[in-house]
């Protein structure tokens, strides 16, 4: 049972490059995250997706697309990478609203805009 | 809106008792949740309290108090592994959690 799988999990990119960063999980969990986490600034929500099909807005979404196109795997893009989308980047799942039963964290991708 | 006050940092001896708190501000309140993070690592699930009163897990422990919206986590016979992260999480409304900025826990021998 791998969980909450990310690819890559290191990636350098030039300012103005595109980039995907894959998630993907195998618990048949309904609902999907991806957070951005900056050192001193806690992990904040960037979108999140309630189902298959579906995706919405976080706290912090300028700048970052999403896609549930089936749902075991939630994407995040970068259409043009910016230095201050240097981060390191957690996606979640959980099976249930409010984080009842606690989010399961993927191991992160580590991003160096340059 | 909502927000999340934790302290920025937790020292304590291998051994001893440690409490970390968190005091949250929401329009509704539907749980407090506590996540451990090591160095490098990902965030885990350690509790999740929806109701007042203690609840205990080995040795954390995780407390509600809804009427003065504070919770805290006791970590209980400290050892060095203990030394992380710990973030504290509320819903904003029923479907995504928003987290605090975490305290550092610094386990001394």
């Known amino acids: 049972n791998a969980g909450v799988t990310q690819t890559p999990k290191f990636r350098v990119l030039k300012t103005g490059q595109s980039m995907t960063l894959l998630c993907a999980q195998d618990m048949n969990h309904e609902y999907m995250y991806w957070y951005r986490q900056d050192p001193g600034m806690g992990l904040r929500l960037i979108h999140y997706?309630?189902?298959?099909?579906?995706?919405a807005k976080g706290e912090v979404p300028d700048g970052y697309n999403v896609s549930r196109l089936k749902k075991q795997n939630f994407l995040l893009g970068l259409e043009s990478a910016a230095p201050s989308q240097t981060s390191v980047y957690f996606c979640?799942?959980?099976?249930?609203?409010?984080?009842?039963?606690?989010?399961?964290f993927g191991s992160g991708t580590r991003l160096t805009v340059v | 809106g909502q927000s999340l006050e934790q302290p920025s940092e937790v020292t304590a001896v291998e051994g001893a008792i440690v409490q970390i708190n968190c005091t949250y501000q929401?329009?509704?309140?539907?749980?407090l949740s506590w996540y451990q993070q090591h160095d490098g690592g990902a965030p885990t699930f350690l509790s999740y309290n929806a109701l007042d009163g203690l609840e205990e897990t080995g040795r954390f422990s995780s407390f509600l108090s809804r009427s003065d919206s504070y919770g805290y986590l006791l970590l209980q016979e400290l050892q060095m592994k203990d030394s992380a992260s710990y973030f504290c999480?509320?819903?904003?409304?029923?479907?995504?959690?928003?987290f605090g900025t975490g305290t550092r826990l610094q386990v001394f021998p």
């Open positions: 999480a509320v819903p904003l409304n029923t479907d995504k959690l928003i």
């Open positions: 929401t329009s509704g309140f539907y749980g």
């Open positions: 997706s309630v189902g298959e099909g579906t995706t």
């Open positions: 979640a799942s959980s099976y249930s609203q409010r984080g009842r039963g606690g989010y399961t």
